[in-house]
C-alpha cells in the first residue's frame, strides 16, 4: 500500500480563507481560560494588522498581543490556540513574499513578534536565524 503523499500547505489560501472574528463566552475551560471567559478568536488579517502596527526595531511577546486583541475586542481573553495558528499562517505567508523577492518593509514583520527560540518558530518553514537577522536589521537601521 503505497504512503500518500501530503501536498504542501497553500498559506495565502489558509489566510484568506479564514472565517472571521469573534467572541465566544466560554461554556467550558479552555487553554488555562476559565470558564464564562469572553474570548476573543483572532484571524490571521487582524494579527497582521496589529504587527504591522508594531513600530520598527521594536518587538512584542505573543501573550501582550493577544492580551492587546482582547481589550481591543471588547473580550477578556484572545485563544492561544487560533492566535499561534494565524500566527503561523501569517508569517508563512510573508515568508512566502520575501522568497518571491519582496523587500522586508513590504512583508508582514512577525519577527516583532516571534521570538527566535520560541516554540511558533521552530514549526516555520524557515530557521530561526532568519528571525534573528530581521530583528537585527531593523535595530541596526535605528528603528
Known amino acids: 500500500m503505497a504512503v500518500k503523499a501530503k501536498r504542501p500547505t497553500d498559506w495565502r489560501k489558509r489566510f484568506d480563507g479564514a472565517k472571521p472574528p469573534k467572541n465566544v463566552v466560554l461554556h467550558t475551560d479552555f487553554a488555562g ?6 474570548m476573543h478568536i483572532a484571524s490571521p488579517g487582524t494579527i497582521a494588522n496589529f504587527i504591522a502596527r508594531i513600530p520598527v526595531g521594536e518587538t512584542c511577546s505573543i501573550e501582550r498581543m493577544r492580551n492587546e486583541l482582547a481589550r481591543k475586542h471588547d473580550a477578556q481573553a484572545a485563544c492561544p ?3 499561534a ?8 505567508v510573508a515568508l512566502m513574499d520575501l522568497a518571491e523577492g519582496k523587500v522586508p518593509s513590504d512583508v508582514v514583520p512577525f519577527w516583532r513578534v516571534i521570538a527566535p527560540d520560541s516554540k511558533i ?3 516555520l518553514s524557515c530557521d530561526s536565524q532568519i528571525i534573528e537577522h530581521y530583528r ?8
Open 85 to 92: 495558528i494565524y500566527l503561523k499562517v501569517v508569517a508563512e
Open 136 to 143: 537585527l536589521l531593523e535595530q541596526s537601521s535605528g528603528g
Open 33 to 38: 481560560i476559565k470558564t464564562g471567559t469572553t
Open 121 to 123: 518558530a521552530k514549526r
Open 81 to 83: 490556540v487560533t492566535t
